[in-house]
């Protein structure tokens, strides 16, 4: 069990935690090296993946996709830009989550899904059971593989932006929002260029028919799929870190919930003339539901764990006493940005976002120790929270202290029964035996 104080009792360093960074490290453990290969690594998918894609739907079809397809992103973003507004991640791994949906996974998933249509087809020279098999079976499978890679890789390598369930759903909806831009580029792309060789045209094309299923009623499925293994991974970062086998056991489970969802939703056309309906209305709905509900309760839970935490860093002094509970409240963080700008500037407002951010992440900090499940690191991690917090207290403390009065909830006032003289309409009456100069 990790071991922390009940208070901390000395300033941070100025220059940090020492050791933390590797002196002679080799060349590919220098993250200039390391970010440079993925960065490679997406823009080459990136390429080749619009190859593809251009390719199977040509010049104008791709451009109608596009045009279609970029629609639901804004909103689906904001969505999950929503819920991490307690701790929000850098902007950098939501960057990297979606590109990796959008160009790697897709390009996975459709090299990976041809190729095994294919093989089914040669194998049992049956290629309308190829179809569905490869769409009921191979592309789950290959598909919430290729976006849980996402979700594992920010696990793995950014562990200190991934504390809990909202990190978790986060990362995997936004690898997902991306993936299902891509693929619905495609799918638009290729039902306008059947629509150019037919002569449909307005709603009775398959272009409408294909936006109304993918852009207007099922914006969310990719997401509410991946975002299952997102939450495998969340129980996995509040595990503690003795707990091997259920850090390995929940995500896995939670990918193969994904697949067996993303099973059911295409496979729902083959359950007869009525069958998607009857799973989106009985089971999509009610899951994303349930989801909603399940991330919304986590968020709220976050701010709990920020107000039961950090009063003990308002008693050693870290912390004005008004703090914790401003820092608990969204209504008030929104305040104390909006203070800071209006009487201090932009920059002072950045200040105040940070801070509010470091000491979200300190009372998680705090709140897994206290559970044993914080990691060797503990001291210096909070350490480093307490330094990044005291050096942003100047523009902070007075933004804070400012939300903090203007959302403090009304103390109910009473009337006595009996009569109180001062008060209530009663006239104020001298006191004889009050002497203010007497000690």
């Known amino acids: 069990m990790a071991t922390y104080p009940p208070y901390p009792t000395q300033p941070p360093h100025p220059g940090g935690p020492a050791g933390g960074a590797l002196r002679h490290a080799h060349w590919w453990q220098r993250r200039w090296v390391r970010y440079g290969a993925l960065i490679t690594l997406l823009a080459l998918s990136g390429l080749v993946i619009l190859a593809l894609v251009r390719e ?65 087809a040669t194998a049992t020279a049956d290629p309308s059971s190829a179809d569905t098999l490869g769409a009921t079976v191979i592309a789950p499978i290959v598909e919430e593989s290729a976006k849980a890679a996402a979700v594992l890789l920010v696990f793995l390598f950014r562990r200190r932006d991934f504390t809990g369930i909202v990190d978790g759903v986060v990362i995997a909806g936004v690898t997902a929002t991306g993936f299902a831009f891509t693929e619905n580029i495609l799918y638009l792309g290729t039902a306008f260029g059947t629509d150019q060789l037919t002569g449909d045209r307005g709603i009775a094309s398959v272009t409408a028919a294909t ?37 390995v056991i929940v995500p896995l489970s939670g990918l193969l919930l994904a697949m067996s969802m993303h099973a059911i939703w295409n496979g729902s056309s083959t359950f007869g003339e009525y069958g998607f309906f009857a799973v989106y209305a009985a089971f999509m709905v009610p899951a994303f539901g349930l989801l909603t509900w399940l991330v919304i309760w986590t968020r709220q839970r976050e701010l709990r764990t920020v107000r039961e935490e950090l009063p003990a860093y308002a008693v050693a002094g870290w912390l004005t006493p008004v703090e914790p509970y401003a820092l608990g409240s969204m209504r008030a963080r929104r305040l104390a940005r909006q203070y800071a700008a209006q009487h201090f500037g932009k920059p002072a407002a950045r200040e105040v976002a940070q801070y509010e951010a470091y000491a979200t992440s300190l009372a998680f900090l705090r709140h897994r120790g206290r559970r044993g499940r914080a990691g060797a690191d503990f001291v210096v991690r909070e350490r480093e929270l307490l330094h990044e917090l005291w050096s942003r207290r100047e523009p902070a403390r007075p933004a804070l202290d400012y939300a903090a009065r203007v959302t403090a909830p009304p103390v109910p006032v009473v009337a006595p029964p009996w ?14 035996a009050y002497n203010p100069y007497r000690s």
Request: proline letters at 9%.
């Open 56 to 120: 199977q739907t040509g010049t104008e079809g791709f451009l109608v996709g596009l045009g279609l397809a970029v629609l639901p992103v804004p909103l689906l973003l904001a969505a999950f830009r929503w819920l991490d507004r307690v701790a929000p991640g850098p902007w950098r791994n939501l960057l990297f989550a979606f590109a990796w949906g959008a160009c790697a996974a897709a390009l996975i998933a459709i090299v990976a899904n041809s190729f095994a249509t294919k093989w089914i």
């Open 211 to 247: 936006f109304f299923v993918r852009v207007v009623m099922s914006p969310f499925a990719h997401p509410l799929f991946t975002v299952l293994t997102g939450i495998g991974f969340g129980l996995a970062a509040l595990s503690a870190e003795r707990q091997h086998l259920r850090r």
């Open 419 to 432: 009569p109180m003289y001062g008060v209530y309409g009663y006239p104020a009456m001298p006191n004889p």
